[in-house]
């Protein structure tokens, strides 16, 4: 089988430069591809030199809501040119109303400047979305989208909305985080999902999948726990499981899905 990550952070500082290791034991897993995303321009570079390490890592440049006060006055062009050095995807970007003490002003501005990008070339986006989905909705639907789609990365929001957004090109990424017990209605809301429009991440290093399926125990330097991406298929077995589907089927559905979006990007 081969999973697909469509959504992680493997530059993330956090992991003490293990990126090698992580890659090794990830490929081993049967990890075929995975989207490692920036979150700032300051993790640009790293995202830049892990695509040219490997293959198997789908780079993809953007500014995370949560890091906006990090941006140079000329970040835009920076994003640009980022995209004309390696084919690569753009994210993660987003909207955040649930952080505290995160100013929301400037969050729009920079969002649909990142997907007028992604839509300009024709690039998946990847979007992180809290408490904001009505908002979001509307910005998608009112301005220019990449005509191959766009990921709601670990999606969250009301499975009322879920059509609405499909119809504006969504796919609806499923972290193992929702594996949680607690996670109940988060995963209810994945039942909901078209079966075209369903993808699966680890977004390490976050997002810890519940201990007991947790198959590669990784801590930081300081010891907290992270989430190592070759756990990646532990995520779609428990999917799979709370599906009540076999998971080779979900994972060749995945496979079909992802390389809709994602496909034809290759460094
Ligand atoms: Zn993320």
Redesign the pocket.
């Given at each position: 089988m081969k999973f697909y990550d469509a959504?992680n952070?493997l530059q993330d500082e956090r992991f003490g430069g293990r990126q090698a290791e992580l890659l090794a034991a990830s490929e081993k897993a049967g990890v075929a591809r995975m989207v490692v995303?920036g979150?700032c321009e300051g993790d640009w570079p790293e995202v830049l030199a892990l695509a040219r390490q490997s293959k198997i890592v789908l780079p993809s440049f953007g500014y995370?809501p949560w890091y906006l006060h990090e941006r140079t006055p000329d970040w835009l062009q920076n994003l640009n040119k980022f995209l004309d050095e390696v084919p690569g995807a753009v994210g993660?970007i987003g909207l955040d109303r649930w952080k505290p003490d995160l100013p929301y002003e400037p969050q729009e501005e920079v969002f649909l400047a990142q997907l007028g990008v992604a839509a300009e070339r024709n690039l998946p986006v990847s979007i992180?979305c809290l408490q904001a989905w009505g908002r979001l909705h509307e910005l998608l639907r009112d301005h220019p989208r990449p005509a191959r789609g766009l990921v709601l990365?670990?999606f969250g929001g009301p499975a009322e909305m879920i059509p609405a957004f499909a119809k504006l090109g969504a796919y609806f990424s499923f972290p193992g985080y929702f594996l949680h017990e607690r996670k109940i209605r988060q995963r209810e809301t994945f039942k909901q999902v078209p079966r075209d429009r369903l993808l699966i991440e680890t977004?390490a290093p976050?997002q810890l999948l519940p201990e007991d399926r947790n198959r590669f125990p990784l801590a930081s330097a300081d010891g907290k726990a992270l989430n190592h991406p070759a756990n990646l298929a532990a995520v779609y077995s428990g999917l799979a499981e709370f599906l009540g589907e076999k998971v080779e089927l979900l994972a060749a559905r995945v496979e079909e899905n992802f390389q809709r979006v994602f496909g034809g990007i290759a460094n």
């Open positions: 959504h952070h995303n979150a995370h993660e992180h990365h670990s977004d976050d």
